[in-house]
């Protein structure tokens, strides 16, 4: 449920003008946090970001992209 939730939040942003490509305060996207939470993200969220042209690429403090933060979560990268 909190999946769909999360899924229909983020479409109804970006259908409301929200920048795909926002930073928060870290300087980090929407994109970035959806791949490197801790909690099992929907893909469909993942895949609503990257249709909307979210950039990809993004850096964090220590240098790590979203690749790196999904293979860090994910023993089999």
Same mark, same amino acid.
């Given at each position: 449920? /909190?999946?769909?939730? *999360?899924? #229909?939040?983020?479409k109804? /942003? =970006?259908?409301?003008?929200? %920048? *795909?490509?926002?930073? #928060? =305060?870290?300087?980090?996207?929407? =994109?970035?946090?959806?791949?490197?939470?801790?909690?099992?993200?929907? %893909?469909?969220?993942?895949?609503?970001?990257?249709?909307?042209?979210?950039?990809?690429?993004?850096?964090?403090?220590?240098?790590?992209?979203? /690749?790196?933060? *999904?293979?860090?979560?994910?023993?089999a990268?």
């Amino acid at each position: 449920m /909190l999946s769909v939730n *999360v899924v #229909n939040a983020v479409k109804a /942003l =970006l259908d409301l003008g929200s %920048p *795909v490509n926002c930073l #928060n =305060l870290d300087g980090l996207t929407p =994109l970035y946090l959806c791949v490197s939470t801790q909690s099992k993200t929907d %893909p469909e969220t993942v895949e609503i970001l990257l249709r909307d042209y979210a950039q990809h690429g993004v850096r964090d403090a220590a240098g790590s992209t979203e /690749l790196h933060q *999904v293979c860090g979560l994910h023993a089999a990268c």
